[in-house]
């Protein structure tokens, strides 16, 4: 397994804002994605973040809202820009270690748009 | 396309045996299984491999029918910590890397 950790944890910001997370593993991996969850809803696939190229989004995120960097093997930030109330989630990045498919899951970070 | 689980949600009595499943409308080369509790990140449990074998850990063991494309999920004698929302997740060709989540099995274990 990998050892993930975000920041911040939760945080509440005014709309039009721009928020900036960040993701830390304590190995070294390939695949790095970002996800956002509802409150009780199942988990949406934001972007897949490889090291070395373009974040590939999927079908209803785009990189000017949610823009990605991934300047190492060991790091990643997803910033969510121009909020609104419905960006309000729980965002969660996961790693996929070398040579297997599981996803490993950070603590997620709790965003309140106000 | 998103896998669809059944049941929604289930109660049980500490001891008891859980059922959870979770299907797919396209071919799959592996499910993947995940529990989250209340505030807290998805922790892996699983996962299952198109032409692999059923897995198993202490209580909690699943299947996967390929030609079905159908996993299941079995928690016998259910302890009070398995208590969560049960995710399956699934990868729909090797390779493919990224994974689509079913809509989630409350399960809540009572004493």
């Known amino acids: 397994s990998a050892v993930i950790s975000q920041k911040p944890s939760r945080d509440i910001c005014q709309r039009g804002t721009s928020l900036t997370i960040q993701c830390q593993v304590d190995?070294?991996?390939?695949?790095m994605f970002w996800y956002r969850q509802q409150p009780g809803q199942s988990l949406t696939l934001i972007a897949t973040a490889n090291q070395g190229s373009e974040a590939t989004y999927e079908s209803g995120f785009v990189i000017d809202k949610f823009p990605i960097s991934r300047p190492n093997l060991t790091f990643s930030t997803l910033t969510v820009s121009n909020m609104s109330p419905e960006d309000s989630s729980i965002y969660l990045c996961?790693?996929?270690?070398?040579?297997?498919?599981?996803?490993?899951f950070g603590p997620g970070t709790r965003l309140t748009v106000t | 396309q998103q896998p669809v689980q059944s049941p929604q949600a289930v109660i049980l009595r500490e001891g008891e045996d859980a059922v959870i499943n979770c299907s797919s409308s396209k071919a799959l080369y592996s499910v993947h299984w995940y529990r989250q509790k209340h505030g807290e990140a998805p922790v892996f449990l699983m996962i299952?491999?198109?032409?692999?074998e059923q897995k198993g850990h202490e209580k909690i063991s699943a299947s996967f029918n390929e030609k079905k494309q159908q996993s299941s999920l079995y928690l016998t004698a259910s302890q009070l910590s398995y208590s969560g929302t049960y995710f399956c997740?699934?990868?729909?060709?090797?390779?493919?890397?990224?994974?689509?989540f079913g809509q989630g099995t409350r399960l809540t274990i009572n004493p």
């Open positions: 996961s790693v996929q270690l070398a040579g297997g498919y599981e996803q490993y």
């Open positions: 997740g699934t990868m729909g060709f090797q390779g493919a890397q990224k994974l689509v």
């Open positions: 299952l491999l198109k032409g692999g």
């Open positions: 190995s070294q991996v390939t695949m």
